[in-house]
C-alpha cells in the first residue's frame, strides 16, 4: 500500500514563502511519477508541478518562476518551495503519485486522473 503524507501547510501574507513536504513510502527513485495538485473551493483540482524519479520537472504556467519542486531520494520526501505566493494559491494542496509516465501528465487536463495514489492534503491560505 502506497502512503503519502504532506506537511507544511500553513497561513501567510502575500509575497511570503511557505515550502510543503510529501513523504512517500516507496522508494521514489525506483520508477515513479510525483505530482502536486490543488483544488480550491468550487474549482476543479489542477496540478501544480511535478517531478519524476530522474529528475524531471513540470509547472503549471501561474506558478513558473514562483515554485520550485525537488526530490530527495535518499528519504524518499518531495518538497514544493513556494515563492511569492499571493491569495489566488490559497487552496487544499495534494501530492499524487503513480508509476512512472510522463511528468507532463501532472499540468495536463485532467491529469490528476493518471495518478492512484493519494495523501490527504494540507491547507495553503494566502491573504493580501
Known amino acids: 500500500q502506497v502512503q503519502l503524507v504532506e506537511s507544511g501547510g500553513g497561513s501567510v501574507q502575500a509575497g511570503e514563502s511557505l515550502t510543503l513536504s510529501c513523504q512517500v513510502s516507496?522508494?521514489?527513485?525506483?520508477?515513479?511519477?510525483l505530482g502536486w495538485f490543488r483544488q480550491a473551493p468550487g474549482k476543479e483540482r489542477e496540478g501544480v508541478a511535478g517531478i519524476d524519479s530522474n529528475g524531471m520537472t513540470v509547472y503549471a504556467d501561474s506558478v513558473k518562476g514562483r515554485f520550485t519542486i525537488s526530490k530527495d531520494g535518499t528519504k524518499n520526501i518531495v518538497h514544493l518551495q513556494m515563492n511569492s505566493l499571493k491569495p489566488e494559491d490559497s487552496a487544499m494542496y495534494y501530492c499524487?503519485?503513480?508509476?512512472?509516465?510522463?511528468?507532463?501528465?501532472?499540468?495536463?487536463?485532467?491529469?490528476?486522473?493518471?495518478?492512484?495514489?493519494w495523501g490527504q492534503g494540507t491547507q495553503v491560505t494566502v491573504s493580501s
Open positions: 516507496v522508494h521514489f527513485d525506483n520508477g515513479y511519477c
Open positions: 499524487a503519485i503513480d508509476g512512472f509516465r510522463p511528468v507532463s501528465m501532472v499540468v495536463a487536463l485532467n491529469g490528476a486522473n493518471a495518478f492512484g495514489y
